[in-house]
């Protein structure tokens, strides 16, 4: 199975600051039995975190997790804040893996 990941440079509010704080996002693709997957995750500035599967360049799954009572939160850090971003990305990839994220047959048979 073959992955690589690269970071993306993405911009974020940070809570009693005046000015944008950058926060990495994450891209990575994988080959999965035949088919490539391209995942990227990156902070909203809505405070959601965003991992959208692509697969042909076609959306095949999203998902979008709040972080707004992180970020409001004392404990907010950009160092946390990339934690969780790493760790919804993680999950996406376990997902795929374990084959619940997945193209419909017409659509994998063509890749």
Not at 13 to 19: D, I, Q, R, V, Y
Not at 36 to 53: F, L, M, S
Not at 81 to 99: F, S, T
């Amino acid at each position: 199975m073959n992955w690589v990941t690269s970071p993306a440079v993405v911009v974020v509010p940070a809570t009693g600051l005046e000015a944008d704080t950058m926060v990495m996002g994450f891209n990575t693709d994988i080959k999965f039995n035949g088919v490539v997957y391209h995942i990227q995750t990156e902070p909203r500035r809505d405070a959601g975190i965003e991992t959208t599967v692509y697969t042909r360049g076609a959306i095949l799954h999203s998902l979008k997790t709040s972080y707004q009572a992180f970020l409001n939160s004392p404990d907010y850090s950009e160092e946390k804040l990339r934690r969780l971003l790493e760790d919804q990305h993680r999950q996406v990839i376990a997902r795929i893996r374990a084959g619940e994220i997945k193209p419909r047959e017409s659509t994998a048979a063509r890749s």
